[in-house]
């Protein structure tokens, strides 16, 4: 039978009232706002400048080419995110997707790992700041000593920098949500003018041909190094989601959210990737050692000059802050999501949103607080710093395989009736979907999540405790998550899930949610 269009579109709001929520947080964002969501998460200049030192000293140039091979598997699964975001216009989309999939008990335990995964991202984007102030001025440098990030000094001021920060951030995510969307899109903007003068200014002082890209050059084995040279773009090329995330503040969310999740994810990995090459061709050395140390940094300030480098350090820092902002901006929707439902602690203080401001203050503080605990460990140890960067990447690599992997049952099983084309948004317009091609672009992307969770999180005593050798870092990422199954587990058992959860996860499978 002919699928038509509904006749009396609904609206936004209406719309989502047929998954059974009100209309609280402040429907203003538009598609730029959307997009810049999702591309401030990634944030290229953050992540980039934080990791490429990293990723360097492992993989030598060559590391360069484990970006395209991680663009790609992210692009599967965005774009299995893509459908789902169209037919679920809901805040928490990795919870409300997940639990809509499967069962409620697995939908929350995706959202438990996916919130306490964003706020250790918070604290690891706080901590980029190290990366890049001192390099500016050494009076950023508020504890003295050496600035680099492995260093005790380093370590400790960077938790400093990430605190101060965070103030900010917490700030702006309790003031209004027009004021985040506007400090997002001049922030992406700025970001996006600066990466591109980055890329261009690089490449007009190559020092080297492209042919260095194929040079390992880093530690151990070319196979193990470029594994774990892989991990600066596993790190940068996530929360591409947060466009699903905010759906409930943006407009015509069921064609915006699919569009700005894939073109986000597109604009930040060819921007990255470029960055990458860019600076390894403009490197003046790639064996003096300060590459695999202090990073694009170096390059900039070296090849482009004291003043000119210094300016586009300046753009990073501007990134950096936009970056931590909108990654507590996307928790704070998560964790307002599960408490709308009764499925969290002090789920009514949680849920609580400002009719005036449209911003539910109470995650967003709870979210502050918990990054900065996180930031504490620096002060312990300059090995906290990498531990806390893999964590971060394996909870959400996980809590996006409890997405994808429900997805491919249901796809398999026959039941992901949202997956045939024929949908509709509140305006007429098709939905996104990927029609015959989302079984295997599915099955791809589920692999693609799983192989890279064990990748990251193999306890490599020479990448996670290469100083002391100590075993709690070199286990970190596996005992944190441990600590977190474990901790939901607990509460899951002293607390019965409430009524608000079991609904949720009453919601048919494959359900388009038009009225």
Same mark, same amino acid.
């Given at each position: 039978?002919?699928?038509?269009?509904?006749? *009396?579109?609904?609206?936004?709001? !209406?719309?989502? %009232?047929?998954?059974?929520?009100?209309?609280?947080?402040?429907? !203003?964002?538009?598609?730029?706002?959307?997009?810049?969501?999702?591309?401030?998460?990634?944030?290229?200049?953050?992540?980039?400048?934080?990791?490429?030192?990293?990723?360097?000293?492992?993989?030598?140039?060559?590391?360069?080419?484990?970006?395209?091979?991680?663009?790609?598997?992210?692009?599967?699964?965005? /774009?299995?995110?893509?459908?789902?975001?169209?037919?679920?216009?809901?805040?928490? !989309?990795?919870?409300?997707?997940?639990?809509?999939?499967?069962?409620?008990?697995?939908?929350?335990?995706?959202?438990?790992?996916?919130?306490?995964?964003?706020?250790?991202? =918070?604290?690891?984007?706080?901590?980029? &700041?190290?990366?890049?102030?001192?390099?500016?001025?050494?009076?950023? %440098?508020?504890?003295?000593?050496?600035?680099?990030?492995?260093? @005790?000094?380093?370590?400790?001021? @960077?938790? =400093?920098?990430? &605190?101060?920060?965070?103030?900010?951030?917490?700030?702006?995510?309790?003031?209004?949500?027009?004021?985040?969307?506007?400090?997002?899109?001049?922030?992406?903007?700025?970001?996006?003018?600066?990466?591109? &003068?980055?890329?261009? #200014?690089?490449?007009?002082?190559?020092?080297?041909?492209?042919?260095?890209?194929?040079?390992?050059?880093?530690?151990?084995?070319?196979?193990? +190094?470029? /594994?774990?040279? !892989?991990?600066?773009?596993?790190?940068?090329?996530?929360?591409?989601? *947060?466009?699903?995330?905010?759906?409930?503040?943006?407009?015509?969310?069921?064609?915006?959210?699919?569009?700005?999740?894939?073109?986000?994810?597109?604009?930040?990995?060819? #921007?990255?990737?470029?960055?990458?090459?860019?600076?390894?061709?403009?490197?003046?050395?790639?064996?003096?050692?300060?590459?695999?140390?202090?990073?694009?940094?170096?390059?900039?300030?070296?090849?482009?000059?004291?003043?000119?480098?210094? /300016?586009?350090?300046?753009?990073?820092? &501007?990134?950096?802050?936009?970056?931590?902002?909108?990654?507590?901006?996307?928790?704070?929707?998560?964790?307002?999501?599960?408490?709308?439902?009764?499925?969290?602690?002090?789920?009514?203080?949680?849920?609580?949103?400002?009719?005036?401001?449209?911003?539910?203050?109470?995650?967003?503080?709870?979210?502050?607080?918990?990054?900065?605990?996180?930031?504490?460990?620096?002060? +312990?140890?300059?090995?906290?710093?990498?531990?806390?960067?893999?964590?971060?990447?394996?909870?959400?690599?996980?809590?996006?395989?409890?997405?994808? $992997?429900? #997805?491919?049952?249901?796809?398999?099983?026959? $039941?992901?009736?949202?997956?045939?084309?024929?949908?509709?948004?509140?305006?007429?317009s098709r939905l996104f979907s990927m029609g015959r091609w989302g079984l295997p672009v599915n099955a791809l992307a589920f692999c693609y999540g799983l192989a890279m969770m064990v990748n990251l999180a193999w306890p490599r005593t020479e990448v996670y405790a290469p100083i002391t050798g100590h075993w709690f870092f070199q286990w970190f990422t596996l005992l944190f998550l441990a600590a977190v199954v474990a901790l939901g587990a607990l509460y899951r058992r002293l607390r019965?899930?409430?009524?608000?959860?079991?609904?949720?996860?009453? =919601?048919?499978?494959?359900?388009?949610?038009?009225?």
């Amino acid at each position: 039978m002919a699928v038509t269009a509904p006749s *009396s579109p609904p609206t936004d709001e !209406s719309a989502l %009232q047929t998954f059974g929520y009100r209309q609280e947080l402040h429907r !203003s964002m538009g598609r730029y706002a959307s997009f810049a969501a999702g591309f401030s998460f990634i944030s290229v200049l953050t992540t980039v400048f934080q990791f490429f030192a990293f990723g360097y000293a492992f993989g030598g140039p060559a590391f360069f080419w484990t970006w395209p091979v991680v663009l790609a598997g992210q692009i599967l699964v965005a /774009l299995c995110f893509a459908e789902l975001a169209a037919r679920y216009p809901i805040s928490g !989309s990795i919870y409300q997707w997940s639990t809509r999939l499967s069962t409620a008990t697995f939908g929350w335990f995706a959202g438990w790992i996916m919130i306490l995964g964003q706020i250790v991202v =918070i604290a690891a984007a706080a901590l980029a &700041l190290q990366m890049v102030l001192p390099a500016i001025w050494p009076g950023f %440098q508020l504890v003295g000593g050496d600035p680099a990030p492995t260093t @005790a000094t380093g370590a400790a001021n @960077a938790a =400093i920098l990430g &605190l101060i920060l965070l103030a900010l951030t917490t700030t702006v995510n309790v003031v209004d949500n027009r004021v985040l969307a506007r400090i997002n899109s001049i922030g992406v903007t700025a970001e996006i003018v600066g990466a591109i &003068l980055i890329v261009v #200014l690089l490449l007009t002082h190559a020092e080297h041909g492209p042919g260095i890209t194929f040079s390992t050059g880093g530690q151990g084995g070319a196979i193990g +190094a470029l /594994l774990v040279g !892989s991990f600066t773009a596993a790190y940068v090329l996530i929360g591409f989601d *947060s466009a699903g995330e905010l759906s409930e503040e943006t407009r015509s969310p069921r064609l915006v959210a699919p569009r700005t999740i894939l073109t986000a994810l597109t604009a930040a990995g060819v #921007l990255g990737g470029l960055i990458l090459f860019a600076g390894l061709l403009a490197a003046p050395s790639l064996t003096d050692g300060r590459l695999a140390s202090e990073g694009l940094s170096y390059v900039l300030t070296s090849s482009l000059g004291d003043w000119v480098g210094k /300016l586009l350090l300046a753009d990073v820092v &501007l990134a950096i802050t936009v970056a931590t902002m909108a990654i507590q901006t996307a928790a704070t929707r998560m964790l307002f999501s599960m408490a709308r439902d009764g499925a969290m602690p002090l789920s009514g203080a949680l849920s609580r949103v400002s009719p005036r401001t449209g911003m539910p203050a109470g995650p967003a503080l709870v979210t502050g607080v918990g990054a900065a605990a996180i930031l504490l460990l620096n002060f +312990a140890s300059p090995e906290a710093f990498l531990a806390i960067g893999t964590t971060c990447i394996v909870l959400l690599y996980l809590a996006y395989a409890m997405v994808t $992997g429900p #997805l491919l049952l249901q796809r398999l099983r026959g $039941g992901w009736r949202g997956g045939a084309p024929g949908g509709f948004a509140e305006d007429g317009s098709r939905l996104f979907s990927m029609g015959r091609w989302g079984l295997p672009v599915n099955a791809l992307a589920f692999c693609y999540g799983l192989a890279m969770m064990v990748n990251l999180a193999w306890p490599r005593t020479e990448v996670y405790a290469p100083i002391t050798g100590h075993w709690f870092f070199q286990w970190f990422t596996l005992l944190f998550l441990a600590a977190v199954v474990a901790l939901g587990a607990l509460y899951r058992r002293l607390r019965r899930p409430a009524a608000g959860l079991a609904r949720v996860g009453q =919601i048919p499978v494959g359900n388009t949610g038009q009225a």
